[in-house]
């Protein structure tokens, strides 16, 4: 029966199928704008810049399809000898020129506003690990480590997945909605990179340096938000997700103060050094849940 399709109609039938099903549910092509000002601005930098392509892809391919159809050899036409032209040449280098200088204003007025860290609210110290994190409050002087938390039955495609497959850890960090929140950036053994789309968050972790960046969560949208190491940083690099727990300034409040009753410093070198003693770099990619005792 299907022989008998005209060949043309087949794409459009096997569309028209797929229309059907469930599978365009969660479907998302484009970036999403995520829910603070800097992912704001990095999704309307990036429609910009896709309406300029989609605007050149259109009057360039509109004259080439006119030219083949209207000047063809069949029309009776005969191929133009205007190569090595000075005049062409130095139009079509001017014109793509012009249009990179305008696309270049909006881009770097974008990235002035995403490296602008001045009068952050809250720092967090944010270093990477192989392969987990650690966020230090600088102000608070609270901090602590977040490790997977994904069952290790999960992993060993023992049981279902759940849906954070590989997106949970035991320990979120908490941030307040409504404020500036500055992040320092590091490494601890090699180059991370802590990458919170949602945030308009992404910055190399490099050992020995201190990058900065910065978000503010809309005050309407408290939430968990998910990223994880964008940095091939080792076996383990799949396995150091980052969870991000936005709360009101009310429940902020709370939970830090509930933090320092808890922990009254940061960990300490001792700690960490035992943490990794006990989490050696180099073991086995399906040893992931043989990580550190957590208190
Ligand atoms: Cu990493």
Not at 140 to 160: A, K, Q, R, V, W
Not at 173 to 182: A, E, F, L, Q, T
Request: hydrophobic residues 45%.
């Amino acid at each position: 029966m299907s022989s008998r399709l005209p060949r043309l109609l087949r794409p459009f039938l096997f569309l028209l199928a797929l229309s059907h099903t469930n599978a365009w549910a969660d479907y998302a092509l484009n970036m999403t704008k995520g829910v603070s000002p800097i992912s704001a601005s990095a999704h309307h930098l990036h429609m910009t810049i896709l309406w300029v392509c989609v605007a050149i892809g259109i009057v360039v391919y509109s004259l080439m399809i006119y030219a083949l159809i209207r000047h063809r050899k069949a029309a009776g036409h005969k191929a133009a000898a205007f190569h090595e032209s000075t005049t062409v040449e130095i139009i079509w280098t001017i014109i793509p020129f012009i249009i990179l200088i305008v696309m270049a204003v909006p881009a770097t007025k974008t990235l002035i506003e995403m490296s602008d860290t001045a009068d952050a609210q809250v720092t967090i110290k944010v270093t990477g690990h192989r392969w987990y994190w650690q966020y230090d409050y600088i102000d608070e002087g609270i901090g602590f480590f977040s490790y997977l938390s994904t069952p290790e039955d999960e992993l060993n495609n023992l049981s279902p997945k759940n849906p954070n497959y590989l997106l949970e850890v035991d320990k979120p960090v908490v941030v307040p909605v409504g404020k500036k929140i500055r992040f320092l950036v590091t490494g601890k053994d090699v180059i991370h990179s802590w990458w919170v789309p949602a945030l308009g968050v992404k910055k190399d972790a490099v050992p020995g340096f201190i990058n900065e960046v910065w978000t503010l969560i809309d005050t309407d949208k408290p939430g968990i938000y998910r990223g994880q190491c964008a940095e091939l940083c080792g076996v383990k690099h799949g396995y150091m997700p980052i969870v991000v727990e936005a709360k009101s300034e009310a429940d902020y409040n709370t939970w830090v103060a509930e933090q320092k009753k808890e922990q009254p410093a940061s960990p300490s070198a001792s700690n960490e050094e035992e943490k990794f003693v006990l989490m050696p770099p180099c073991d086995d990619a399906n040893d992931v849940l043989n990580k550190p005792v957590q208190s």
